[in-house]
């Protein structure tokens, strides 16, 4: 078990692609914080990975609120002595053309997106510089190149790039390694809703999208999570690796 009582966080982890990961990285053994918006969603990825005799908690927080990971961070660290992963997870989309969206569309999916991230990736640069070890992988997406009625995903994704990569070189000399993934169409309820949609249209475009002719799992995105955290990616940082069956290019 690569990851054996490593104390691991993953933001939006109460469903889909989050869930997916935390599962991945209890299995090979971390001790998982399931952070969610919804408690009711966390406590029940939690009970599913406890149920399997592995070890989860669950705790409800904005990642938008400085304060309240302030709080997280802090009570993970009175809960389980440390901090050693960070997957940067959770994400919202309130897609629009450009010349249409809404002020409030743009502010929220940047305060969540890349503010969140960044109030995450502060507070465990703090605990891992301070004991020479840590890993942050931060969840971005190929709409970081631009995409479609995307400004604001499309904005926030690429600065969490650039976020990385630079807590990437800070934390380079002090054992910390910082990379971001960038999953293509992943299978999760909301995604599979798109088979019920006009005879699977929709489904049936994005698959003709993707060179490999398939959408991922959640899992396909979690082993490379659970590679990056594991000591086998010791010599990996600042990279932007995708996760999408040749979808991104």
């Known amino acids: 078990m690569r990851l054996k009582d490593k104390i691991a966080i993953v933001t939006g982890a109460g469903r889909?692609?989050?869930?997916?990961?935390?599962?991945?990285?209890?299995?090979?053994?971390?001790?998982?914080?399931?952070?969610?918006?919804?408690?009711?969603?966390?406590?029940?990825?939690?009970?599913?990975?406890?149920?399997?005799?592995?070890v989860a908690k669950a705790f409800a927080v904005n990642v938008s609120e400085s304060n309240e990971?302030?709080?997280?961070?802090?009570?993970?660290?009175?809960?389980?002595?440390?901090?050693?992963?960070?997957?940067?997870?959770?994400?919202?989309?309130?897609?629009?053309?450009?010349?249409?969206?809404?002020?409030?569309?743009w502010d929220m999916v940047l305060k969540i997106n890349l503010n969140g991230t960044f109030y995450c990736t502060q507070e465990?640069?703090?605990?891992?510089?301070?004991?020479?070890?840590?890993?942050?992988?931060?969840?971005?997406?190929?709409?970081?190149?631009?995409?479609?009625?995307?400004?604001?995903?499309?904005?926030?994704?690429?600065g969490v790039v650039g976020?990385?990569?630079?807590?990437?070189?800070?934390?380079?000399?002090?054992?910390?390694?910082?990379?971001?993934?960038?999953?293509?169409?992943?299978?999760t309820d909301m995604t599979l809703q798109l088979k019920e949609i006009k005879d699977g249209a929709p489904w049936n475009s994005m698959m003709d999208r993707i060179p490999m002719g398939y959408a991922g799992k959640p899992e396909d995105v979690g082993n490379m999570v659970a590679f990056l955290a594991s000591d086998e990616a010791s010599y990996i940082t600042a990279e932007v690796i995708n996760v999408g069956g040749g979808m991104i290019v």
């Open 69 to 105: 990971v302030q709080t997280l961070f802090a009570d993970v660290v009175e809960a389980f002595g440390t901090v050693d992963i960070v997957v940067n997870n959770a994400g919202i989309n309130r897609d629009g053309m450009l010349h249409k969206m809404t002020y409030d569309n």
């Open 16 to 54: 889909g692609l989050g869930k997916g990961i935390a599962k991945k990285l209890a299995g090979d053994g971390a001790k998982v914080v399931i952070a969610d918006l919804s408690l009711e969603d966390a406590e029940k990825t939690a009970k599913e990975i406890m149920e399997k005799g592995q």
């Open 163 to 187: 976020l990385t990569k630079t807590a990437a070189r800070e934390g380079a000399r002090k054992g910390i390694t910082c990379n971001v993934i960038c999953p293509g169409f992943i299978e």
């Open 124 to 158: 465990a640069m703090k605990i891992m510089r301070e004991k020479n070890y840590g890993r942050i992988i931060n969840i971005s997406s190929g709409s970081w190149l631009g995409n479609l009625g995307q400004a604001n995903y499309a904005a926030s994704k690429a």
